[in-house]
């Protein structure tokens, strides 16, 4: 329960800056908190418009606010942590692979390119490479998600099982794995 009002106060507070990236379309709450929940918008810049809403506000119990105040600078450390395992050469198969699933609990923006560059790169071992395609199937509440299609579609590669999981993770991110 707590986590949900946290992501309600977080969707209030990002919503208008939502609403502007999005050349001001309407949209409606479930889709505000599914957009925090993909972290469409950067932490810094969520951190900064949650401090400005909250100055204006008054409220009974500040405690969420609060919260969140804590949570998006940790969160922002944690993800160059998570990015720097990526991208370290002294990284064994098994730690990559393991980030990688994590964004398909949480998948984040700023993951999206990171996950691409593990796909593009035939160097890689194929099991990173499809691992990071399914995770990029996760993807399908972005709200650019047609970006992430746009770019699998042009992609081709030699290795069947990768391709396989890129035709796969395209159907789920149009919704026709349903």
């Not at 810049?45 to 809403?53: D, F, H, R, S, T």
């Amino acid at each position: 329960m707590r986590k949900k009002n946290i992501l309600l106060v977080l969707a209030a507070f990002v919503c208008p800056l939502i609403l502007e990236a999005q050349d001001e379309r309407k949209i409606t709450l479930g889709e505000a908190i599914a957009l925090a929940r993909t972290q469409s918008v950067d932490a810094a810049v969520a951190l900064n418009e949650l401090k400005k809403q909250a100055a204006d506000w008054s409220f009974y119990d500040s405690s969420y606010v609060n919260e969140l105040l804590e949570y998006l600078p940790r969160q922002k450390k944690g993800l160059e942590r998570d990015f720097a395992l990526i991208d370290s050469p002294e990284s064994t198969t098994k730690q990559i692979q393991s980030e990688i699933s994590r964004f398909r609990n949480k998948p984040i923006t700023k993951a999206i390119d990171p996950l691409l560059n593990i796909i593009k790169n035939e160097s890689q071992e194929e099991e990173l490479r499809i691992a990071a395609a399914e995770t990029l199937g996760w993807y399908n509440l972005y709200h650019d998600k047609t970006s992430i299609i746009k770019e699998l579609e042009t992609f081709q590669t030699s290795k069947k099982k990768v391709m396989n999981e890129i035709v796969k993770t395209i159907n789920r991110l149009k919704g026709k794995n349903r």
